[in-house]
Structure formats: C-alpha cells, structure tokens
C-alpha cells in the first residue's frame, strides 16, 4: 500500500512526460492556466479573453507609436510600464505585470506581439483611415484590466494607395526597366509536415513530430482562413493567405517540446519534440 501510494504521488508530480511548453492539449484552445494575481473578471473582451483586474497603482501600461518605414509599411513602437515581454512563458500562469500583446487592425487582430517593436507590411493595410489597437495580456492569455477595462493603447493610421508599376521605387523616365532578380533556390528540408486547416479542423489530427536537434523541418500549412502561424519556443511566425499554401521551414536547433498553432482560430497544428 505505501509503494502504490508513493507511485501515485510521484505521478502526480511529473505530470505525462513533464510540463510542456504550454497548456494545449493537441486540436483545443487555449486553456484557463492558475494564477492568483488579481481578479479574474467574469467579463470578456472583444476577442473573448477574460479580463484579470489589477489596482491602478503598479497597473501596467502602454502606448503605441506608429512611423512610416523607409521601404514598405510602418514600424510599430510599444512603450510598456511595470511590464515586460515574456515569449518563453506563453501559455503558463498570470504573473505580475509580464506577458504579450496583441495587434488589431479596426478591431480585427493582425499578430500576438512578443516585444517592443513590429513591422506592419503595407499589404496587410487596406487603403483609408485605420484604428491600431495594442493590448496587454497575460501568459495565460487573460487580459490586464485596471477599473473593467482592458489595459491598451490605440494609434491612427492612413494607407495610400501606390501608383501601378512605382511600389518601392522611383519612375526614371523612359530608362528600361530592371531585369528581374533570379530566383534563389528552394530552401531544404530534412523533413516536411502537410498540413490542413479547414473549418475549424486540423487534418491530419495533431500529434507530436519528433527531430533530432539540428534537423531542418518544413511546415506546410493551408487554411482556408487567413491567419498567423505561431511556433512556441522559437518565436516563429508566418502568415497564412486564405486558401494558399504557406510555408515555413524551421531548424530545430533547441531541444524540448514546441507548439506549433494558429492564433486568429487557437488550434494546435502540430507539437515539434526535439531530442
């Protein structure tokens, strides 16, 4: 009887295999992680994140500048207090004033952000006037709020459109134009993982893809939504055109196990466990 009950505690203990990277289980959302900090609201925000209230004092706090970038789009700028950004803990409990953030667009999220700074392509802007929204949130993907209100920052921005045939450049006259760069070669894989997103279903059925260190792995992802590839652990992103193939490849230069998910629809696609 004490060797059985010694078991079960040990079992309890380590968990199937140990903690991984996050709280998914595969084809899920995001889980509801513990964390005392604050009070967990039972409202919600736009996105359907339940809000975590914090006292004013310490609360933390952002402001979202935007400038033009030189060659395409604008570059973004998060100047955070009593917070800091913290990629490697994605998916564990609420701690104090630690966590990321998300990026919208006129209410319609663009990215999770895992620092201060971002580039924003110009071909992910429609012309006209736009709201950009940043909004904190923490590891276990709760909302800092402080008196019911999520803790952002907002910041307008105005796309133009761009003369046919002048994107990133200047017209000279009748000078001919540029011959076209070669096409570099195709990246290798050491090993390629299909997969399909298709109204809210993974196929295949997410499961682990096991590598050795250093190996080169090649995600190739549809879905037939627009959305963002997301790899834990490696800070790997990658966008994904409603309806067309996208691919990333990866070099599996870390061990331990990573998720791979989307972030707009939350689904795992697969887990990478590296050895």
Not at 256 to 268: A, D, I, M, Q
């Amino acid at each position: 009887m004490l060797a059985l009950a010694l078991l079960l505690v040990g079992g309890a203990a380590t968990g199937c295999g140990g903690r991984a990277t996050t709280h998914h289980k595969p084809g899920t959302s995001h889980e509801q992680a513990s964390g005392s900090v604050g009070t967990l609201l039972t409202a919600t925000d736009a996105t359907g994140h339940r809000l975590r209230e914090v006292p004013a004092q310490g609360a933390p706090e952002v402001q979202l500048t935007v400038r033009p970038d030189s060659e395409d789009g604008w570059n973004l700028q998060l100047a955070v207090k009593n917070y800091r950004f913290t990629p490697d803990s994605i998916g564990g409990a609420a701690l104090p004033g630690a966590g990321h953030a998300h990026l919208e667009l006129d209410g319609r999220k663009l990215a999770r952000l895992y620092g201060p700074w971002f580039h924003l392509p110009a071909a992910q802007v429609p012309e006209g006037a736009h709201t950009l929204t940043v909004r904190l949130y923490a590891d276990d993907h709760t909302v800092w709020a402080v008196s019911g209100k999520p803790v952002e920052g907002a910041a307008q921005l105005t796309a133009t459109a761009t003369a046919p045939g002048q994107a990133g450049g200047h017209s000279h006259g009748e000078s001919p134009a540029p011959a076209p760069a070669p096409t570099p070669a195709p990246e290798q894989a050491d090993r390629t993982v299909a997969i399909t997103v298709r109204d809210g279903k993974v196929s295949p059925a997410p499961a682990r893809t096991e590598l050795r260190r250093g190996e080169r792995v090649a995600l190739r992802v549809t879905s037939d939504r627009a959305d963002t590839l997301h790899v834990h652990g490696y800070d790997k992103e990658l966008v994904l055109p409603a309806g067309q193939e996208a691919t990333l490849i990866l070099t599996a230069d870390r061990t331990g196990l990573f998720e791979v998910e989307t972030h707009e629809s939350n689904l795992v696609l697969t887990q990478l466990l590296v050895r």
